[in-house]
């Protein structure tokens, strides 16, 4: 058996559900999963440890999923975290601004897990 490091995600999500439905595939696919509430916390989490992927919810109170993917992109972390933004079908208009604001790939609210796999797998993390 060779060594391997577990893929770390950070959910950010107003949501409980959500972080916990996310939390649950994320697990389920070998990832080690943290949550955030909203953008700012997200923006903490990340100070605190720069996780592989964010799967990043748009709308939130405090901080939204734009101003938070706008700080991290100014940030320049290296190594670079992936971001996979999740929206609804009534958000689709946003997904132009959030790929032009460094998101890497997007997935439609509510999704399964064969979905996000695939995201993952889009954006090199799984
Ligand atoms: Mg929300």
Redesign the pocket.
Known sequence: MGLQVMKSCLVV???KVIRKVARHILEGLDFAVSEAGDGREALEACRASMPDVILL????PVMSGMDFLRALRDANAAPRPKVVFCTTENGMAHIRAAIDAGADEYVMKPFDRETLASKLQIVGVA
Request: proline share 0%; hydrophobic share 30%; glycine share 0%.
């Open positions: 999500d107003d949501s919810d748009w709308n939130m």
